[in-house]
């Protein structure tokens, strides 16, 4: 089962506008909450990241709002541009045994229109 | 400086074969995972390590076996391979998930094919 339900799958969104990614869970343990960027043929690679008691951070173009009591997170990419196009990923940090790990999401495919 | 290097970069296997992806980290980690990637279902955790002589099973470990006997060193063995194992797998680390980045820098990849 998936443990982070990301969505949607694909979008497409035309240079300047906004691209939205949403995410939602239903472990409350989860307690970090990063997003990944990949491009084809590479290895993901951290984008931004939130902790639980935050609203929201920004960083550049990038955004994540975080609702707690929703169990819900999403990235926003203001100012879309093609070089964006990647694929994302969001992603909890769950506590185990011997340490943390992260429970990725299916990922979205975002292709930006110049 | 490296990061994490993973080998072989594509590879092409009959069923019921066996072989061994390897991976190495030069940023001294001691947290290292295998994931596999396939369309639509995202990064599955197949095993990790929190450290040399440490290894534990992720979501997916089935079919698979791992051993760290070093820091930088965390090889991922197929044994028996079916087409089921065709994916593109990705080693990572991180320095502590105890931190509040866990960071995980992820490998190139390496892109199995089990026909």
């Known amino acids: 089962q998936q443990q982070v339900k990301q969505s949607p799958q694909s979008l497409i969104v035309q240079k300047g506008g906004i691209s939205i990614i949403n995410c939602a869970y239903e472990n409350t343990a989860f307690d970090y909450f990063p997003w990944y960027q990949q491009f084809p043929g590479k290895g993901p690679a951290l984008l931004i990241a939130i902790r639980p008691d935050v609203s929201e951070k920004k960083e550049g173009r990038f955004t994540i709002s975080f609702n707690k009591s929703a169990k819900q997170f999403s990235l926003h990419i203001m100012d879309s541009q093609p070089g964006d196009s990647a694929t994302y990923f969001c992603a909890a940090r769950s506590p185990t045994e011997y340490g943390n790990k992260l429970v990725f999401g299916a990922g979205t495919i975002l292709r930006v229109k110049s | 400086n490296a990061g994490v290097t993973q080998t072989p970069k594509f590879r092409i296997l009959k069923i019921g074969q066996s072989m061994t992806l390897q991976c190495t980290q030069d940023m001294n980690h001691n947290y290292m995972y295998w994931y596999r990637q396939d369309p639509g279902m995202g990064l599955k955790l197949i095993y990790y390590?929190?450290?040399?002589?440490?290894?534990d099973k992720g979501e997916v470990p089935n079919g698979y076996n791992v051993s760290r006997s070093t820091t930088e060193d965390f090889p991922l063995r197929l044994e028996l391979a079916a087409p089921s194992q065709t994916s593109v797998y990705f080693c990572?680390?991180?320095?502590?998930?105890?931190?509040?980045?866990?960071?995980?820098?992820f490998g190139a990849g390496s892109r199995l094919t089990v026909l």
């Open positions: 390590s929190v450290g040399a002589g440490i290894t």
């Open positions: 990572a680390s991180s320095y502590s998930p105890f931190s509040g980045a866990n960071v995980l820098t």
